[in-house]
Nanobody
């Protein structure tokens, strides 16, 4: 089991940048694939980015490719989401998630496939 705590959200102008962090507990953090999802008001939670446990393989939603970068530091039990060139439509609550099998041979980039979740952090982009 792993517990996740996000930080780094806030208010930023369009075109600006933010870096989200997600700190995980437990000695097996490095065994988990890590993902970022977001949920805007009135919308379903959607996939943003993800990274496998030990590889450098990353996955991105089309809407954030080239603007967002996911990375992890297993020594610090932390995963990051660097968000650049932010748009008003990036406004949402951002959640990190962990799972041991979601990024297997057939990656499952849907919320239902991920087992553990943080509490979420608000990101607001003003236009």
């Amino acid at each position: 089991q792993v517990q996740l705590v996000e930080s780094g959200g806030g208010l930023v102008q369009a075109g600006g940048s933010l870096r989200l962090s997600c700190a995980g507990s437990g000695r097996t953090f490095s065994h988990y694939a890590m993902g970022w999802f977001r949920q805007a008001p009135g919308r379903e939670r959607e996939f943003v980015a993800a990274m496998r446990a030990r590889e450098t393989s990353t996955f991105y939603a089309d809407s954030v490719k080239g603007r967002f970068t996911v990375s992890r530091d297993n020594a610090k039990n932390t995963v990051y989401l660097q968000m650049n060139s932010l748009l008003a439509e990036d406004t949402a609550v951002y959640y990190c998630a962990a799972d041991m099998t979601a990024l297997g041979l057939n990656p499952r980039l849907v919320p239902q496939a991920w087992s553990y979740w943080g509490q979420g952090v608000q990101v607001t982009v003003s236009s």
